[in-house]
């Protein structure tokens, strides 16, 4: 793709990895951190050719990746979106699409809302890593008043660091999201509260002597970061609680198979979850 | 500890692991298998230095290790009972106590109850490997009527392998093993099973793209072998179908903090759960 001068907002584990990826396709970096410490400790890890706590940092960018938590790009800031050049194409990273939107669509004319996907339990100006997105998906989520010039353009650089780009609407990536991202984690923090919850000494005591690979696997997203799981919590609700909604539901399908005892029918039930993983996960 | 003549019925995972190391304690081990494909494979790995088809080679042992399946330690074969030495120490290796307490309580005088935990996915013949209970629960459940002389034993022959002894009653192993390896089974088969009852294809097609690390991690034991899932419902029945309650308690309750957005109460809930997990693993 043509070279840029591409402003990166905020350089954790998304925004710094972008940065090194970047700079290596030849394009130069802006990085706008908020505090004076990260951005020194960003210049030392060289997220960014130039870096600064002021905004006037990306005045001349024709790119904005705006790299921030889910709160900052829903409410964002008045001197961010003061110097945000108008000619340039914005696109955001945040994992719920549909508040994201209603805020910019009115924001910024060349707004694209994208959602890289890159997980590692990192965060922060310590997190950022080359080639963190080879080979994962990198969705946007246009609609019809979408620059489609914009689009293009954010589909370009997701492909140039190595991202798989896909297109969906906004309401089925968030759909989407709920089911496979945000409810395991609800899932997975209701396994550490039923234990919790739990008032038998004798059995807690011996069940945290025992607790194993199983268990640590099955909390592991349950036991994350808090502010993750609040944020998902507070922008991706309804879909939230709908996925909650038919995990119930299949829960109590289960039980009933187990209260039964209808052994026929639970040896069809756990052949078909484990295929189904292995379709999910691509393990055939 | 003295050494023994050991036999050894079954030569997966468990029993395979144990003739291995027990082998290098000095100790005779007679392995028994249910197949002659099985013995020649178990000979080939070097799992007991005798292996046979036939029960009687276990007839000069003094200490008998059943590592069998649940359902062959509740329904063991008359061949089997048979075959085994009266003036022998018997200890098993299955997850769920009760039942098989209730099975063997008037099957052998020298009978101990034990639960050896370890974890790989392997299973098989193939499947044994040395040094699998170095650090590892390895549970014992005796009750009034249990043989002290034969509980000492079973203990000593744990230690020397590396495993952790731990004593409890039938009840509370049976519950804890519920609460933090059963229960997580069907957790996690049930976000499978949610995932297969969606109806959108679209989101689905996205669903499928986008699973990633957490996904893996929430549904890898639900998503695991069959038959091990089928045994816990069948044999810890109502431990289970107790923990199955609590955990939907605790479901319910954590969705009523979403539903009601109370964002202060779930932020509390999310660092509950996270430290949670860091005691029950020792990650603190």
Not at 103 to 119: D, E, I, Q, R, S
Not at 216 to 230: E, K
Request: charged share 20%.
């Amino acid at each position: 793709m043509d070279l840029h001068r591409i402003g990166i907002i905020g350089l954790g584990l998304i925004g710094g990895s972008m940065g090194l990826d970047l700079q290596k396709q030849g394009h130069e970096v802006c990085g706008l951190t908020h505090k004076e410490e990260t951005a020194t400790r960003a210049k030392d890890r060289g997220l960014a050719q130039f870096i600064s706590t002021d905004p006037k940092i990306i005045a001349d960018c024709s790119i904005i990746i705006l790299a921030l938590p889910l709160p900052q790009l829903i409410h964002p800031s008045r001197d961010l979106l003061d110097a945000l050049p108008t000619n340039a194409v914005v696109t955001d990273v945040g994992s719920v699409k549909k508040p994201i939107i209603k805020t910019w669509k009115n924001l910024h004319p060349n707004f694209v809302a994208g959602h890289p996907m890159a997980g590692t339990i990192q965060s922060g100006v310590e997190a950022g890593q080359k080639d963190l997105f080879v080979g994962r998906p990198w969705i946007t989520t246009p609609d019809d008043t979408t620059n489609q010039h914009a689009l293009s353009l954010v589909k370009e650089l997701a492909t140039s660091i190595g991202s798989k780009c896909i297109t969906t609407d906004a309401d089925t990536h968030d759909q989407a999201v709920a089911l496979v991202s945000h409810l395991p984690v609800f899932i997975s923090a209701s396994l550490l509260k039923a234990v919790s919850n739990e008032k038998n000494n004798q059995l807690l005591t011996l069940a945290k002597k025992i607790a194993s690979s199983g268990f640590a696997d099955t909390t592991r997203v349950g036991g994350g970061n808090p502010n993750l799981g609040l944020a998902m919590a507070e922008y991706n609700n309804s879909e939230i609680l709908n996925s909650i909604h038919s995990y119930r539901e299949s829960l109590n399908q289960l039980e009933e198979v187990i209260r039964t005892q209808n052994w026929q029918k639970l040896e069809i039930e756990l052949q078909n979850t484990k295929q189904r993983r292995s379709d999910f996960l691509d393990l055939n």
